[in-house]
């Protein structure tokens, strides 16, 4: 099978997928029912009755959510893999997830009562302190080496990450009242998911995409390693900063809506990187498809699974994840 038929493969089995999503659920339709329901929703006919209702106000929104989360959380993964050149790496790695998870927590705790506005702040605030963590990385990893060397990056990330979650166990030790939240919040969900959120981070993937497919051949050399793409004559440390950058901005704004979701970046760069290969041209559309596929299937599993109680999605993608992880890290020592 070729490449090009196995990418729209993808495509198909993205919509297919979607389409089960909508769905499935306590008020079960078939997939002429969802095709119906949204076509008549499209050519502008009335569509009556709760399960019309449901599909379109309720399942439809969080569906496409959770689609399209799924695939900037891949299609960062997979840029921050090829950028540090480590198959473990991720936006998670830099610490994204740690302070984006302290902005929320402390907005949470300390609340901002200005016009009703504090669900709001919420988000805002992790998508802030998610990126200033990200930043305060990179800052550390330039003083240590100059080169911004990528097991540099890695290793300040991950002492950076740890401080600001000793962070946040502080905060939740003195914030009983706030402590399910701040902990539902750090598990993910979908389950207040609209369509004004949906077309603010559709913006943002196209962007991510348009952006990476633009310096696919330097993704491709960056894989090499520093010093092959530094003989080529790439600025290698002002590549590293923007992509990371961009990266940031992506998973900050998808999971400050959302929660914490991991795992979905480290499997599905390394499901397409098998199927097709090293080339980015491929690999980053592929891996957006992948992730969004992946994050379908988990929430369906996550509001499914024990009906009509909701597992956070978080916890799910780690119950598949972790092993997945744990395969990767043995296999990684063995190489």
């Excluded at 495509?11 to 979607?18: E, F, K, Y």
């Excluded at 991950?158 to 706030?178: K, P, Q, R």
Aim: hydrophobic share 55%.
């Amino acid at each position: 099978m070729t490449k090009g038929l196995k990418l729209s493969g993808l495509v198909v089995l993205a919509v297919v997928v979607m389409v089960l999503g909508v769905g499935v659920g306590s008020a079960s339709a078939s997939f002429l029912e969802v095709f119906q329901i949204m076509i008549n929703r499209l050519l502008g006919h009335p569509n009556e009755g709760i399960l019309a209702m449901i599909i379109l106000e309720v399942r439809l929104p969080r569906v496409l959510m959770s689609f399209i989360v799924g695939a900037i959380i891949a299609l960062s993964g997979t840029v921050m893999q090829s950028l540090l050149n480590n198959p473990l790496a991720s936006t998670y790695t830099l610490g994204i997830s740690s302070g984006a998870s302290f902005g929320a927590a402390l907005m949470l705790t300390i609340g901002v009562p200005i016009l009703g506005l504090s669900s709001y702040f919420v988000p805002v605030n992790g998508f802030v302190f998610g990126c200033l963590t990200v930043l305060l990385v990179l800052l550390f990893a330039k003083k240590s080496n100059q080169q911004l060397d990528n097991q540099t990056i890695v290793l300040v990330g991950m002492i950076v990450g740890l401080f600001v979650n000793a962070l946040l166990t502080l905060l939740s030790v003195f914030s009983d009242d706030y402590l399910k939240a701040i902990v539902y919040w750090q598990l993910g969900s979908f389950a207040s998911s609209h369509y004004g959120q949906v077309l603010l981070l559709i913006v943002l993937l196209v962007f991510g995409l348009l952006t990476f497919m633009r310096f696919a051949s330097e993704l491709d050399i960056l894989t090499l390693g520093d010093e092959q793409a530094q003989a080529t004559g790439l600025a290698t440390q002002q590549l590293k900063v923007f992509f990371i950058i961009v990266c940031c901005l992506l998973t900050g704004s998808a999971i400050s809506f959302v929660g914490i979701i991991g795992f979905v970046d480290l499997v599905a760069p390394h499901l397409v990187r098998k199927a097709f290969g090293h080339h980015h041209r491929l690999v980053i559309p592929s891996s957006a498809l992948v992730g969004g596929i992946l994050m379908v299937l988990a929430d369906l599993l996550s509001r499914t699974l024990i009906a009509p109680k909701e597992i956070p999605v978080g916890a799910v993608t780690a119950l598949i994840g972790a092993p997945f992880f744990t395969y990767l890290f043995l296999k990684k020592g063995r190489d």
